[in-house]
């Protein structure tokens, strides 16, 4: 399957949460608030979520596979990566 993703925004100041990222699935599907985040064990990515009326965290969507979930992870990191790496032209 074919992964690709973009940084949307990029965060330096909102604590573990570093930037929110759109991935599209095969030029077809689009997934939109995927964050990537700080955590104990480095970077993460971490696939949208809503509330529950109890507090809890549940994921709108997954990938099934552990081998499209590392496609997303990977893609998701290396555009994160470069996008650190272009100069601020603002």
Do not use: W
Request: proline share 3%; aromatic share 6%.
């Amino acid at each position: 399957m074919k992964v690709t993703a973009k940084i949307v925004e990029r965060y330096e100041d909102k604590g573990r949460l570093k930037a929110i990222s759109t991935v599209c699935l095969d030029d077809k599907f689009l997934i939109t608030g995927v964050r990537v985040t700080d955590c104990e064990k480095g970077l993460m990515v971490f696939m949208p979520s809503r509330k529950t009326g109890n507090g809890d965290y549940k994921d709108i969507c997954f990938p099934i596979t552990s081998l499209l979930h590392k496609q997303i992870k990977d893609t998701v990191l290396a555009v994160y990566e470069q996008s650190g790496e272009q100069p601020d032209t603002n």
